[in-house]
């Protein structure tokens, strides 16, 4: 009888399981195409407006650069760039069309650039490419690491980066969104290493300031939801949101549609597994899991989960010259000590049930736990992508300096080396891609952003801002 109950119980389970499963790639998917077919639309709607409301005066033609148009940086040679990188499943400036994936707030001052970088590659790969990005020349993702992982030790050319004269004498701002904001910190940490072949001067004071947007710095217990393995933090379970995430991308990246690629790229070309490379054979190898980057572990998951996350900032510094703030988010909140999800309407669809999962979330009592002292209390609050207790600063394995502000005038004059960091209500992507849902509060955190970066952060003399002089 107790057998045959806890068979029933089991069965259940598996079958809860397997809906949540169907729900969430329901979810997943409908939202990827929403935003695909939206820039589509867009591009259609601009392609056709041109058409039919084309000037007959070609001196009335506004010249806008592209990204492969690169125009140089240097307008106002007093102003450091402002990067804004975008995170997982990100794209740059030049992607899925006229598209922003910061919802056009790179349209507040006049030196911000958009960098596209692999949506799934890992961290330390996509940190190569934001260089090359910016200094010029080809990417080197290294020889030691491409033969690790199995990929081309080269990838995309940039005949003319697009800041070319970066150095401690033109830093730049970064604003990382999510991963983006990991990124940029391993970035900094390359300069110090003097990571980057043939430019031996680089030090960490190229950077001047990075600020973080939901910024992910010490993992996710929502990879484990998504199908890490909370064991190890590397592998994948054999059934999982993750999965059908892989096989996808590999079968996305096999057929190789050069416009389709052209619109919308994961960032693996440097693993070179199209159709007309590796043939039938090599897809089913990369399904199979015996090649490519999701049996490297060389994409963005692995350095997500708390694992992952606390081998990355076992290397990673936080540097006295450079200005550091951090922007939390959550839609949680505690009801009689239980941490719910703090609204219905104000949290986006594709992330609910992830909020609810998260503020839930227990790690597996046989395995061990990912660091010691872990609480599962520490990580309930979250944003449906991200725990709070992560974004903050970095804390693991060493907590980093680091300060609680509830508003910006009270860290200012703002002191190098220290992660000054606020908590916001909303969702984790509630500053992106569609600036409706953000309303008003869009415009407070870019313009307090932006502000920063241009009256308060600066090493020597105050930088002489557009429309001003100095006296």
């Given at each position: 009888?107790?057998?045959?109950?806890?068979?029933?119980?089991?069965?259940?389970?598996?079958?809860?399981?397997?809906?949540?499963?169907?729900v969430s790639s329901l979810v997943?998917?409908?939202?990827?195409?929403?935003?695909?077919?939206?820039?589509?639309?867009?591009?259609?709607?601009?392609?056709?407006?041109?058409?039919?409301?084309?000037?007959?005066?070609?001196?009335?033609?506004?010249?806008?650069?592209?990204?492969?148009?690169?125009?140089?940086?240097?307008?106002?040679?007093?102003?450091?760039?402002?990067?804004?990188?975008?995170?997982?499943?990100?794209?740059?400036?030049?992607?899925?069309?006229?598209?922003?994936?910061?919802?056009?707030?790179?349209?507040?001052?006049?030196?911000?650039?958009?960098?596209?970088?692999?949506?799934?590659?890992?961290?330390?790969?996509?940190?190569?490419?934001?260089?090359?990005?910016?200094?010029?020349?080809?990417?080197?993702?290294?020889?030691?690491?491409?033969?690790?992982?199995?990929?081309?030790?080269?990838?995309?050319?940039?005949?003319?980066?697009?800041?070319?004269?970066?150095?401690?004498?033109?830093?730049?701002?970064?604003?990382?969104?999510?991963?983006?904001?990991?990124?940029?910190?391993?970035?900094?940490?390359?300069?110090?290493?003097?990571?980057?072949?043939?430019?031996?001067?680089?030090n960490e004071n190229w950077v001047?300031?990075?600020?973080?947007?939901?910024?992910?710095?010490?993992?996710?217990?929502?990879?484990?939801?998504?199908?890490?393995?909370?064991?190890?933090?590397?592998?994948?379970?054999?059934?999982?949101?993750?999965?059908?995430?892989?096989?996808?991308?590999?079968?996305?990246?096999?057929?190789?549609?050069?416009?389709?690629?052209e619109y919308y790229n994961f960032?693996?070309?440097?693993?070179?597994?199209?159709?007309?490379?590796?043939?039938?054979?090599?897809?089913?190898?990369?399904?199979?899991?015996?090649?490519?980057?999701?049996?490297?572990?060389?994409?963005?998951?692995?350095?997500?989960?708390?694992?992952?996350?606390?081998?990355?900032?076992?290397?990673?510094?936080?540097?006295?010259?450079?200005?550091?703030?951090?922007?939390?988010?959550?839609?949680?909140?505690?009801?009689?000590?239980?941490?719910?999800?703090?609204?219905?309407?104000?949290?986006?669809?594709?992330?609910?049930?992830?909020?609810?999962?998260?503020?839930?979330?227990?790690?597996?009592?046989?395995?061990?736990?990912?660091?010691?002292?872990?609480?599962?209390?520490?990580?309930?609050?979250?944003?449906?992508?991200?725990?709070?207790?992560?974004?903050?600063?970095?804390?693991?394995?060493?907590?980093?300096?680091?300060?609680?502000?509830?508003?910006?005038?009270?860290?200012?004059?703002?002191?190098?080396?220290?992660?000054?960091?606020?908590?916001?209500?909303?969702?984790?992507?509630?500053?992106?891609?569609?600036?409706?849902?953000?309303?008003?509060?869009?415009?407070?955190?870019?313009?307090?952003?932006?502000?920063?970066?241009?009256?308060?952060?600066?090493?020597?003399?105050?930088?002489?801002?557009?429309?001003?002089?100095?006296?």
């Open positions: 009888m107790c057998s045959s109950v806890r068979k029933m119980i089991r069965l259940w389970i598996a079958a809860l399981q397997l809906s949540e499963l169907f997943h998917v409908l939202y990827g195409f929403y935003i695909f077919s939206s820039a589509v639309a867009g591009d259609l709607s601009l392609a056709l407006n041109e058409l039919l409301f084309k000037p007959n005066n070609v001196n009335n033609l506004e010249l806008v650069p592209s990204e492969t148009s690169v125009a140089p940086a240097t307008a106002n040679g007093d102003l450091p760039p402002i990067v804004l990188v975008h995170g997982i499943f990100g794209f740059g400036k030049g992607r899925l069309g006229g598209l922003s994936y910061f919802a056009g707030a790179e349209k507040k001052d006049e030196r911000v650039l958009v960098p596209d970088l692999g949506s799934l590659t890992s961290v330390y790969d996509r940190a190569r490419e934001l260089f090359y990005y910016l200094k010029g020349g080809q990417v080197d993702y290294g020889e030691e690491h491409s033969k690790a992982c199995g990929h081309s030790r080269f990838g995309r050319l940039y005949e003319q980066g697009h800041y070319p004269e970066w150095d401690e004498d033109h830093p730049v701002h970064f604003v990382g969104h999510s991963a983006g904001a990991q990124v940029v910190r391993v970035l900094q940490q390359m300069l110090v290493d003097k990571a980057f072949e043939g430019h031996e001067n680089t001047l300031s990075i600020t973080s947007l939901s910024g992910a710095f010490n993992g996710t217990t929502r990879t484990y939801l998504d199908g890490m393995q909370p064991e190890d933090g590397k592998t994948l379970k054999p059934i999982c949101l993750l999965q059908l995430c892989r096989i996808g991308v590999i079968i996305y990246d096999w057929l190789d549609i050069s416009w389709l690629k960032g693996f070309d440097h693993y070179n597994f199209t159709w007309k490379k590796v043939g039938v054979w090599g897809l089913i190898d990369c399904l199979l899991g015996n090649s490519g980057p999701f049996a490297s572990g060389d994409w963005i998951l692995p350095d997500l989960t708390i694992q992952g996350s606390i081998r990355l900032n076992s290397h990673l510094q936080s540097f006295p010259n450079t200005y550091y703030f951090s922007y939390a988010t959550k839609r949680t909140k505690k009801i009689w000590g239980v941490t719910l999800p703090s609204t219905i309407f104000g949290i986006h669809p594709l992330l609910f049930i992830r909020v609810l999962q998260m503020s839930q979330w227990r790690h597996p009592p046989d395995a061990s736990p990912p660091y010691k002292g872990y609480k599962d209390e520490d990580w309930q609050e979250n944003d449906g992508a991200l725990n709070t207790i992560s974004m903050t600063h970095p804390r693991l394995p060493v907590e980093h300096p680091s300060r609680f502000v509830k508003d910006d005038s009270e860290c200012h004059p703002l002191q190098p080396g220290i992660w000054y960091y606020k908590i916001v209500e909303a969702d984790h992507i509630f500053f992106i891609v569609n600036r409706e849902r953000a309303g008003v509060q869009f415009d407070l955190i870019y313009d307090s952003i932006f502000e920063r970066c241009r009256k308060h952060v600066f090493r020597k003399t105050p930088p002489t801002l557009p429309n001003q002089t100095q006296h």
